[in-house]
């Protein structure tokens, strides 16, 4: 029987989510540009990697191989066998290639996939804003793809977001409104702060809002300080 848990790869990331990323649900990390989300991600995949499965991993913004090799250290080469990368270069194929993901989840031969990452859910959605509620329902339409797929094959699905910066309400947001805050089951903050970073709770079914953890990013992935 499958652990109901898969690791981030980060051990305080891990413990501030309860043990890690939750089969069958979305967690999102958001944040400002450079604040540490793809290295989370990567460290994620990593993590996955190495325990022997295989990886989806959808960027939007420009994948770096130079990074992944950072991560992953002496074992780059082996885990980029495993690793199934998707660049959509619009809002329409990120859709597309989404919905293409069942076909590698469905696989019954070779490593099996345990995790899909989404890197970022909105870079692309942004070019869409000028639609308004066509893009939202666009959007919406992408996250439920997603949990479906982490539904029907019993798999976490880790997703990035941009922030959104409501001046009238003085407060900064995950980009997307209601459709990724309510379908996301665990929503975590990164806040930059000088060279230190901040991961904080801000949504989770069973731990306590506002828990976080300061960190730095360093060559292989990130350092709690």
């Known amino acids: 029987m499958k652990p109901d848990r898969v690791s981030t790869g980060s051990r305080p990331l891990d413990d501030l989510l309860g043990g890690g990323l939750e089969r ?3 967690t999102q990390i958001y944040g400002e ?3 540490g989300k793809s290295t989370f991600c990567l460290m994620a995949a990593v993590a996955s990697l190495r325990a022997g499965n ?3 991993y959808i960027d939007t913004e420009g994948f770096s191989v130079e990074r992944f090799a950072q991560v992953a250290g002496g074992h780059a080469a082996e885990f980029a066998d495993r690793l199934y990368l998707f660049e959509p270069i619009d809002f ?8 293409d993901t069942e076909t590698l989840l469905r696989k019954k ?3 099996p996939v345990d995790l899909l990452v989404m890197d970022s859910m909105t870079a692309l959605y942004r070019t869409e804003l000028d639609l308004g509620r066509e893009a939202v329902r666009r959007l919406s339409h992408h996250v439920i793809k997603l949990l479906g797929l982490a539904k029907k094959y019993d798999i976490p699905v880790l997703i990035t977001n941009q922030i959104y910066v409501d001046v009238e309400r003085d407060r900064v947001s995950g980009l997307g409104g209601t459709a990724l805050e309510h379908i996301s089951k665990a929503i975590v ?8 970073r ?3 709770l801000r949504k989770h079914r069973s731990r306590p ?3 976080s953890f300061d960190f730095v990013i360093t060559e292989d992935g990130i350092r709690a300080v």
């Open 54 to 56: 295989s990886v989806i």
């Open 33 to 35: 540009p450079a604040s």
């Open 109 to 111: 031969d070779g490593a």
């Open 198 to 200: 901040r991961a904080m």
């Open 24 to 26: 069958r649900t979305i």
């Open 209 to 211: 809002e506002g828990i």
């Open 189 to 196: 903050r990164l806040e930059k702060r000088d060279s230190v």
């Open 92 to 99: 329409a194929q990120q859709g597309a290639m989404i919905a």
